[in-house]
Nanobody
Framework: QVQVVESGGGSVQAGGSLRLSCVVSGYIYRNKCMAWFRQAPGKEREGVAAQYSGPSSSIYADSVKGRFTISQDNAQNTVHLQMNSLKPEDTAMYYC???????????????WGQGTQVTVSS
C-alpha cells in the first residue's frame, strides 16, 4: 500500500520562506516522479513543481520559477519543496504526488497525500 505524507506547512509573512517535505512509502519502483501541486479555495488545482528521480530533472510552474526549489532524497523516498520569497497568492493547500511520469498535470499521478496548508499574509 502506497502512502504519501506531507509536512512543513504553516503561516508566514510575505517575503518569508517555508520548506515542505513529503515521504513516500510502499512505492515499489525505483525511478519515479515526485511532484507538488496546490489548490486555493475556489481555484483549480495547479502543478507547482515536479522532479524525476533518474536521471534527475525538474519542471516548475512559471509562477514559482526562481522562488521555489524541488529536491529529492531517493534513499529516503523524500521530496522537499523549498519556498522562498513567498507571496500572498502562494496561499493554498499543497499536495504531494508520486507516479511514473513527470508533468504538471495531475492526471499522471496515481498516489496523493492529504495536503499541508500554506498561508502567506501580506
Amino acid at each position: 500500500q502506497v502512502q504519501v505524507v506531507e509536512s512543513g506547512g504553516g503561516s508566514v509573512q510575505a517575503g518569508g520562506s517555508l520548506r515542505l517535505s513529503c515521504v513516500v512509502s510502499g512505492y515499489i519502483y525505483r525511478n519515479k516522479c515526485m511532484a507538488w501541486f496546490r489548490q486555493a479555495p475556489g481555484k483549480e488545482r495547479e502543478g507547482v513543481a515536479a522532479q524525476y528521480s533518474g536521471p534527475s530533472s525538474s519542471i516548475y510552474a512559471d509562477s514559482v520559477k526562481g522562488r521555489f526549489t524541488i529536491s529529492q532524497d531517493n534513499a529516503q523516498n523524500t521530496v522537499h519543496l523549498q519556498m522562498n520569497s513567498l507571496k500572498p497568492e502562494d496561499t493554498a493547500m499543497y499536495y504531494c504526488a508520486v507516479g511514473p511520469f513527470c508533468s504538471l498535470g495531475g492526471n499522471t499521478f496515481r498516489y496523493w497525500g492529504q495536503g499541508t496548508q500554506v498561508t502567506v499574509s501580506s
